[in-house]
C-alpha cells in the first residue's frame, strides 16, 4: 500500500487550505498558532460579548487547545500535547468571530461541526500522549494574555512542520464519525 505523503501548509494562508484539506488529510503546519483552553476562551468569549478586541486576532488564525508543562533549560517550552477539545464546544462564536483553524484531540459537538461548516474553517488533532515529540515543532513561545491563568494562558507560538490530522473538514466531514463508513 503507497504511503499517504503529508500536506505542508502554513497559517499564513490557512483560509484557503481549509478549504482544500479532506477529512484523514496528514499535514505539516508551520506558522503562527494562538494557544487558548477553557478558562481563556471563557474571557476571550466575555470580550467579545462585550464588542471589545481579543488578545489576538481571531480572523483567519488557528487555535490549539494545549498548555505547556514548564520548560527545561535551553528549551523554548516544555511538553506541549493537545487537550480535549469538547471543553471548548460551548464557544461556537470563535468560528463565527473569524477563527480559521483549531487544534486539539477528540470529537466535536454538532454545533462546532455547523460552525466549521458555516465558516468554512478546519478542525484538526494532535497525536495526545505525544507531548514531548510536539514541543520539538514549536519554535517559540511567548505569553500574550491572562498570565493569571498559568499554563493555561494565550500564549503566540511559531510551529515548524507540525504534524497534524484534519478531523472535520470545511464540509463537515468527521473522522470520528461512526455512521460514515
Given at each position: 500500500m503507497p504511503q499517504k505523503s503529508m500536506k505542508k501548509i502554513n497559517t499564513e494562508n490557512i483560509r484557503e487550505w481549509a478549504q482544500e484539506l479532506k477529512c484523514g488529510d496528514e499535514v505539516l503546519l508551520s506558522g503562527v498558532v494562538y494557544t487558548a483552553r477553557d478558562a481563556a476562551h471563557k474571557k476571550i468569549a466575555a470580550i467579545l460579548e462585550r464588542g471589545e478586541e481579543p488578545p489576538f486576532p481571531l480572523k483567519d488564525s488557528v487555535i490549539y487547545y494545549a498548555g505547556p508543562t514548564p520548560a527545561k533549560e535551553g528549551r523554548v517550552c516544555g511538553s506541549f500535547g493537545p487537550t480535549t477539545s469538547g471543553r471548548m464546544d460551548c464557544y461556537p462564536q470563535m468560528f463565527d468571530f473569524g477563527l480559521a483553524?483549531?487544534?486539539?484531540?477528540?470529537?466535536?459537538?454538532?454545533?462546532?461541526?455547523?460552525?466549521?461548516?458555516r465558516n468554512k474553517c478546519v478542525y484538526f488533532i494532535a497525536i495526545g500522549g505525544a507531548g514531548a515529540i510536539a514541543a520539538k515543532h514549536i519554535k517559540s513561545c511567548e505569553e500574550i494574555a491572562f498570565p493569571e491563568l498559568g499554563c493555561e494562558s494565550v500564549k503566540r507560538l511559531i510551529f515548524e512542520d507540525f504534524p497534524l490530522i484534519v478531523a472535520i473538514d470545511s464540509t463537515g466531514k468527521d473522522i470520528y464519525d461512526k455512521t460514515d463508513t
Amino acid at each position: 500500500m503507497p504511503q499517504k505523503s503529508m500536506k505542508k501548509i502554513n497559517t499564513e494562508n490557512i483560509r484557503e487550505w481549509a478549504q482544500e484539506l479532506k477529512c484523514g488529510d496528514e499535514v505539516l503546519l508551520s506558522g503562527v498558532v494562538y494557544t487558548a483552553r477553557d478558562a481563556a476562551h471563557k474571557k476571550i468569549a466575555a470580550i467579545l460579548e462585550r464588542g471589545e478586541e481579543p488578545p489576538f486576532p481571531l480572523k483567519d488564525s488557528v487555535i490549539y487547545y494545549a498548555g505547556p508543562t514548564p520548560a527545561k533549560e535551553g528549551r523554548v517550552c516544555g511538553s506541549f500535547g493537545p487537550t480535549t477539545s469538547g471543553r471548548m464546544d460551548c464557544y461556537p462564536q470563535m468560528f463565527d468571530f473569524g477563527l480559521a483553524g483549531a487544534i486539539g484531540k477528540g470529537d466535536r459537538s454538532k454545533e462546532i461541526i455547523d460552525a466549521i461548516v458555516r465558516n468554512k474553517c478546519v478542525y484538526f488533532i494532535a497525536i495526545g500522549g505525544a507531548g514531548a515529540i510536539a514541543a520539538k515543532h514549536i519554535k517559540s513561545c511567548e505569553e500574550i494574555a491572562f498570565p493569571e491563568l498559568g499554563c493555561e494562558s494565550v500564549k503566540r507560538l511559531i510551529f515548524e512542520d507540525f504534524p497534524l490530522i484534519v478531523a472535520i473538514d470545511s464540509t463537515g466531514k468527521d473522522i470520528y464519525d461512526k455512521t460514515d463508513t
